[in-house]
Nanobody, 114 residues
Framework: QVQLVESGGGSVEPGGSLRLSCAASGMVSSNTLMRWHRQAPGKQRELVAQISGIDNTWYLSSVKGRFTISRDNAENTVYLQMNSLKPEDTAVYYC????????WGQGIQVTVSS
């Protein structure tokens, strides 16, 4: 059993920063592919960033240069540092584990608004 718990969301003004955390427990190792996704109201869920077991990363083009995904294997935690936030980044953010996204967190709201 794998449990993923997101934290760190909230409301911020445009240009601000937030750091999301995804704490994993259960059958998650340092080799597990971890992803951050988001879903804005009325839109489909989209992949935002991912990090492999050897720290290869991928980013959605609209967040590249602003968001950074990282992992702390000792803490079984994956982070998403979000800088220069824009209103269009407003969404519920989810983390997932595994190449097939077998496990999901409950999601956390990020709101960017003035």
């Amino acid at each position: 059993q794998v449990q993923l718990v997101e934290s760190g969301g909230g409301s911020v003004e445009p240009g601000g920063s937030l750091r999301l955390s995804c704490a994993a427990s259960g059958m998650v190792s340092s080799n597990t592919l971890m992803r951050w996704h988001r879903q804005a109201p009325g839109k489909q869920r989209e992949l935002v960033a991912q990090i492999s077991g050897i720290d290869n990363t991928w980013y959605l083009s609209s967040v590249k240069g602003r968001f950074t995904i990282s992992r702390d294997n000792a803490e079984n935690t994956v982070y998403l540092q979000m800088n220069s936030l824009k209103p269009e980044d407003t969404a519920v953010y989810y983390c997932s584990a595994g190449i097939a996204n077998a496990y999901w967190g409950q999601g956390i709201q990020v709101t960017v608004s003035s």
